[in-house]
């Protein structure tokens, strides 16, 4: 099966999903091309380094990882394509013109969106006047501004593995019973890949 995650720009959720996704079903035994793309160009080089950090404090290899755009071929290529949110899910089913989930609905029977990690920091009590006014000066942005990074990556990075957690048994499932009954087994896998 071709899995395929996807979010905004490839440098956080989707990367990281693909690293515990990787992992994971190697360790359990299961065949799986899994791969991650960005619905807009990426705007670093490279997986953002609190990812790396949150990933690597829950037992993960972080490997060199480019962030790249998706591709009409990745669509075409992919049995599964998974995204984060409802907003990218709208988004994507009308570029992709067919039926997409999040990860959340796909393993769970209360899903929720699973957010960026941006949307949960918060600016600490007392900041200091002159970070936020070096970063308005030159356009930027300072992760040092907020006081729970690491934290809210983590969190972030948590939560997908226990959505892959469950990714991984639900898979595994489908395995057995595409061993068990080979013809009824064939037509459930590719239909719930589908959907």
């Given amino acids: 099966m071709n899995l395929l995650y996807v979010c905004t720009y490839n440098i956080e959720r989707s990367i990281a999903a693909e690293i515990i996704t990787k992992q994971q079903a190697e ?9 991650s793309a960005a619905l807009q160009i990426p705007t670093s080089p490279r997986i953002k380094s609190e990812m790396i950090i949150a990933l690597k404090r829950l037992g993960y290899k972080a490997p060199d990882y480019r962030p790249r755009k998706l591709t009409l071929q990745d669509i075409a290529e992919s049995d599964l394509i998974l995204c984060f949110d409802q907003q990218h899910k709208k988004t994507f089913e009308e570029m992709a013109n067919r039926p997409v989930q ?9 899903p929720r969106d699973i957010k960026e990690p941006a949307h949960y920091l918060r600016t600490p009590v007392k900041p200091s006047v002159f970070i936020p006014l070096i970063c308005l000066l030159t356009n930027t942005k300072d ?35 595409s ?6 087994g064939n037509t459930q896998a590719c239909s719930t890949a589908k959907h």
């Fill in 27 to 35: 360790r359990a035994g299961l065949e799986l091309n899994v791969s």
């Fill in 102 to 110: 999040t990860l959340s609905e796909y393993v769970s029977w209360m």
């Fill in 143 to 177: 992760s040092t501004l907020f006081e729970n990074v690491l934290d809210v990556y983590q969190k972030t990075a948590k939560k997908i593995e226990r959505h892959v957690d469950k990714l991984i048994i639900r898979l595994l499932k489908e395995r057995t019973k």
């Fill in 179 to 184: 061993v068990q009954h080979p013809q009824s």
